[in-house]
């Protein structure tokens, strides 16, 4: 009777561990497992404009052209995304803003 309790018990703790290495391949696949456990980057805001977000790490320089663009990133979000990579979260606002 214990051998089969026994017996049950690391059956469900296979089981749990195996649901636990299914949710970490499947947060892995989508990019979400950097939003959970974070990235390490830290994103700024950088060139002429303003205009760039970029891991603070990154050597970038832009082109200092104005363009009416620009104005679009003023009020936007520079974070890392679900990619692991810093960006621009993309809005409703900024996009339509980028399509004027």
Do not use: P
Request: some cysteine.
């Amino acid at each position: 009777m214990i051998e089969m309790v026994l017996k049950k018990k690391i059956l469900i703790i296979l089981l749990a561990l195996i649901g636990l290495a299914l949710i970490g391949v499947i947060l892995y696949a989508s990019g979400s497992l950097n939003n959970l456990l974070g990235s390490g980057k830290k994103c700024v805001i950088t060139g002429c404009s303003n205009e760039i977000c970029a891991d603070s790490s990154a050597q970038l320089v832009s082109s200092c052209i104005w363009s009416n663009k620009n104005a679009c990133y003023k009020g936007a979000e520079c974070k890392v995304q679900s990619n692991g990579e810093c960006g621009w979260t993309k809005t409703a606002q900024l996009t339509q803003c980028l399509m004027r």
